[in-house]
C-alpha cells in the first residue's frame, strides 16, 4: 500500500514539474532558451526487470529527438531507485 501510494505522490509530482514548466510557454521563448527549458519523465522502476542500461535505452528510444539523458535516481519520499528521463519539452 506504502509503494502504490508512494508511486501516486510520484506521479502527481512530475506532473507538476512537466506543468510548471509548460506553463511558462506563455511567455516569449527564444530559440536558444528553449534548448535550457527540460521536461522530466517517468519511466518507471529501476530494478531487475529494468536496470540502468535498459533506463538509459527506453529513454533514448522514446524521446530520441529531444536530447534524452535516461537515469536511475532516488527519491527521499521513494525508498526504490526509479527510472526517469530528462529531456528537450516539446514546445512548438
Given amino acids: 500500500m506504502t509503494k502504490l501510494l508512494s508511486i501516486t505522490f510520484l506521479s502527481i509530482l512530475l506532473i507538476i514539474f512537466q506543468y510548471s514548466l509548460s506553463s511558462t ?13 527540460k521536461c522530466m519523465s517517468y519511466l518507471g522502476p529501476c530494478d531487475n526487470s529494468c536496470d540502468v542500461d535498459c533506463c538509459k535505452r527506453t529513454c533514448n528510444n522514446d524521446y530520441n529527438s529531444l536530447h534524452p539523458n535516461g537515469m536511475c535516481m532516488k527519491l527521499r519520499q521513494y525508498p526504490d531507485l526509479i527510472c526517469v528521463c530528462t529531456h528537450d519539452c516539446q514546445m512548438s
Avoid: L
Fill in 25 to 37: 510557454a506563455t511567455t516569449v521563448i527564444t530559440p536558444e532558451q528553449k534548448r535550457d527549458i
